[in-house]
């Protein structure tokens, strides 16, 4: 889910607006190789831009074993809250992915109304409106379908959903809907539904309990127009459909692998998450590869380093189907 501070995390535990915006910070300074924005036109002839990025296999050396080119990794990638692009963060954000499990092929589509290189300052009135999970759902799967519909039938394609932050909450919703679906990335995300993540952090954060209890109260009626009533500076709609997504029922449901990461401090997890989510979805054994990087926030950084090409090298090596290495378990 962006050098920055989270500024919608900011808003909750120092101003009292308990929004749980997640998007990911990557710990990234911005790319110095920007990557092109293309167009998808959706079929109510709306458009959103998204991004294509290509990583080829890795070079071979006496060190790394030679991946497999009968595979390829389709990625698609769901980001985080608001408005920011993650095109701004491009091809960096990748950096670690380099090719040991094969050639991977990247898609992030965008939310709508979001530019190429938005920084998430200033969201319009038509992004607040269409942000929400009805809305994510019915595009990424429009766009993910489309791009399924190329692949070459001499390959052996992994198609991994990978959602990062709040695409967390989706990535399992598009896995389950897409048959093709073999691989589910979770990343800096609670492992937990978005308003039971948000309860939990109420309980711990004083002054993100006022804020709970506003949200429950204007849910407890429906508003003459849900797209714009807002509830901390989001739709009734949003906060209503993703209130309806039982994540954990999803997690249940997948039977595939999944790659769960995170930050050991991040602020935006409760400290009892692993244990949680363990109890709740009891994978089955070796079903799960969870990566917990020492000291890291929300961003996957540390008071002393950036640990996202190192969750992205942890990323290929899980594709190819290697052993894990601190900090990840199996």
Known sequence: MHPQLFICLARCLQAALACFCLLLQPALAHSSSAVQSLSFRFADGAYASYFYLDKGEHSQNSFVQAADASFENWIFVVGGSGCASMGRYLPGYFRGLEGESGVSRLWLLQKRHVGAQDDG?????????????????????????FQLAQAPSNKTIRVVMMGISEGAELAPVLALALPAATHLVLLAHSGDGAMGTYQTLARAYAHMHSGWKQLQAALSSTPSDPDRSLIHGRSWRYWSEIRA???????????????????????????????????IVKPAPGQWRICVFPGADHGLRSSDHAYLPDLMWQLDRWLAASPPLDPCQD
């Not at 200033?122 to 019915?138: E, G």
């Not at 249940?252 to 409760?270: N, S, T």
């Open 121 to 145: 300052s200033d969201c319009s009135t038509a992004f607040v409106q269409d942000d929400h999970f009805s809305r994510w759902q019915a595009d990424q799967l429009e766009f993910i379908r």
């Open 245 to 279: 997504v039982d994540h954990l029922s999803n997690l249940r449901a997948w039977k595939g692998p999944v790659l769960w990461a995170y930050g050991e401090a991040d602020a935006l997890i409760p400290k009892d998450a692993q244990v949680k989510l363990q109890q």
